[in-house]
């Protein structure tokens, strides 16, 4: 798969578009058993691997992240597999995509990556930079389940739908960062540096 056509302001290695091919014929194979995504389709996948960089060319530097409810791996999986040099924390619940997810790891020799078989705020002994989430739930709600991985400099990035606005004026904030992409939202609140 050739994604720089995609996105022109984000430098990726050479390994990744080899390790979404891997991934692409994992989720294939795993989602049509297991029920892990609706689109399983190559150019679907494509399009959810795409969604899951785009925010990579206006990130702050961070060497750490965690991603809430990851699923079938957006975008936290894809993430960590774009930036092999950062510890990745994919935060999980569900024992078939937890499964999932230390297969796709363990294919991809990705030892940047510790998925994490509970719910974010059952998680001890982690602190992050970043803070990612896509479609788990609403923007004040996910501000207050992550408390116990962030810091006063943790930032966060959330992939949001049409009710974006509507979620920054309910969680009350301010100094929002948004971006957007095809019906893709991107919602990105800077820590305190």
């Not at 194979?29 to 399983?40: A, F, P, T």
């Not at 679907?44 to 809430?68: G, H, K, T, V, W």
């Not at 990745?88 to 940047?112: D, T």
């Not at 059952?122 to 207050?144: F, M, P, W």
Request: hydrophobic letters at 35%; a neutral charge.
């Amino acid at each position: 798969m050739d994604f720089q056509e995609n996105i022109k302001d984000i430098i990726l290695d050479d390994e990744f578009p080899k390790r979404c091919n891997v991934f692409t014929t994992l989720l294939q194979k795993w989602g049509k058993v297991h029920n892990l995504s609706g689109r399983l389709s190559t150019e679907d996948i494509r399009e959810n691997i795409i969604d899951s960089i785009y925010p990579l060319q206006y990130l702050d530097s961070y060497n750490s992240f965690a991603d809430i409810g990851t699923g079938a791996g957006y975008p936290g999986l894809i993430l960590a597999m774009a930036r092999a040099d950062i510890k990745c924390y994919l935060i999980e619940p569900r024992v078939k995509r937890v499964a999932f997810l230390n297969f796709v790891k363990n294919s991809l020799g990705l030892k940047n990556i510790e998925v994490i078989g509970k719910r974010v705020e059952e998680v001890e002994n982690v602190k992050v930079d970043l803070v990612t989430s896509r479609a788990v739930t609403n923007t004040k709600l996910l501000l207050d389940i992550t408390k116990n991985i962030s810091t006063d400099t943790t930032s966060y990035l959330f992939y949001k739908g049409s009710l974006l606005e509507s979620e920054i004026e309910e969680a009350k904030l301010e100094n929002t960062q948004t971006y957007s992409r095809k019906d893709r939202n991107y919602l990105y609140l800077k820590g305190s540096k």
